[in-house]
């Protein structure tokens, strides 16, 4: 199937993993065809930026530091919450920009992150077994028969939702908040009192110094657009492919296709099924888009992937997001760095340190430890490493707030405290604290 013959509804005659059973098929496309009418949410150009950035990273250059919440959701949707998951993206690049002299290329899990692959149909509550939340985009999450009912006017809800954060995002990133001079501002009250806000500080001003530093050597730091803003790029999971399809608009300038319900896509461990709707969707638009890797992998699958996602070997193009967990990553990884070197294929290799090390605490808690994840990250860099290959980027799950959701790290969670402030709708994720530690950590890896 070539991309010529490709259409943004080819995905209808294939299996598609992980799709609600809408109730009412007439209402569902009646939705897709108002969401089809709506204005893009991206544009094909700026798509085009990022692959190009993406490649930097491909060629060793530049990480990608890809974070934002496991799943958006409807109900906790604030500028501060929007402001606060971006100060502490902003904190992290600046750790790893500064701590390790590479560019950081932000890309958010937001502004799209709605819908949820699920391991089961089903999940327990107490006493109920209920259909399982699959993010807002498609139920609620309250633990009620009636709220798990899909439904299509939430696909609505979900654009609405990602343009204003996205307007949002643009506003803080481009107006003045994410200028370099504001490096103090962006360190939250929570954060600054512990050690790792402290280290954060230290940085911070070691940059006003440099800034001054330049000022005083006759440099005009006005006109250094890079200084005063930053590049901010959108992703989520494609899952829901009507939504998918119904924003994926052919760009006016090259006659490609563009999904432009955000900058970056990609699938899922449990969508990545060759022969599937997911991988021929992704196939066909001109998006950078990614593939989560998990350690039953085999090397013939992930070239297979390769060629069948970006055939014709563009950098950038292709990301591959390992998630292999913590005791997985030193075997399943390297055959995997072995074949795709083989194979002349220039991707961005990414690791998600999250998703490989979730388990339930005894309190019933979905949760991570803060040592499986940064003991990823380390089997991570050793692999690439040995193998002479850039380990270009991390992925993660991650909030502005003061969550207790993950264990450990330097406010050192425990398991009895996880029921303190467990906000998330769905995998639980670092707090700005665990986050800007965590930072210092893929930095000091960078730099060994
Ligand atoms: C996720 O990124 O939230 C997720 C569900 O990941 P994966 O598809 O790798 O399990
Ligand atoms: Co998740």
Sequence with gaps: MSRAQWSPRRWR??????????????A??????????????????EARTLTASLAEVAAGKAFLLQAGDCAESFAEF??????DKLKVILQMAVVLTYGAGVPALKVGRIAGQFAKPRSSPTERVG??????????????????????????????????????????????????????????????????????????EQIAAEIDRALRFMAACGIDLKAEQSLHQVDFYTSHDALILGYEEALT????????WYDCSAHMLW????????????????????????????????????????????????????????????????????????????????????????????????GGHKTRRFDDILTELKGFFTAHHAAGTWPGGVHLELTGDDVT?????????LEGQLHERYTTTCDPRLNARQAIDLAFRVAELLRA
């Design 78 to 83: 604030s500028a501060d919450d929007i402001r």
């Design 249 to 256: 608009r052919m760009d006016s300038l090259t006659g490609d």
């Design 267 to 362: 699938v899922g461990e449990r969508t990545r099924q060759l022969d599937g709707a997911h991988i021929d969707f992704l196939s066909g638009i001109h998006n950078p888009v990614g593939c989560k890797i998990g350690a039953s992998t085999t090397p013939t699958e992930v070239v297979a992937l390769c060629e069948r996602l970006n055939p014709e070997r563009t950098p950038g193009r292709l990301t591959l997001i390992t998630r292999m967990g913590s005791t997985a990553i030193a075997d399943a990884l390297p055959p995997l760095l072995e074949a795709v070197t083989a194979a002349h294929h220039p991707v961005v290799w990414a690791c998600d340190p999250m998703h490989g090390n979730t388990f339930v605490s005894d």
């Design 28 to 45: 569902l496309e009646r939705v897709l065809k108002e969401l089809g009418d709506l204005p893009p949410l991206v544009f094909a150009g």
């Design 405 to 413: 959701e993950c264990l450990g790290g330097f406010g050192d969670i």
């Design 13 to 26: 005659d294939l299996p598609a993993a992980q799709q609600p059973d809408w109730p009412d098929a007439d």
């Design 127 to 200: 006493d109920l077994e209920l259909p399982a939340f699959r993010g807002h985009m498609v139920n609620d999450d309250a633990p009620d028969a009636t709220a798990r009912i899909p439904d299509p006017s939430r696909l609505v809800a979900a654009y609405h939702q990602a343009a204003s954060t996205l307007n949002l995002v643009r506003a803080f990133t481009k107006g003045g908040f994410a200028d370099l001079a504001q490096v103090h501002i962006w360190n939250q009250q929570f954060v600054a009192s512990s050690d790792e806000g402290r280290r954060y």
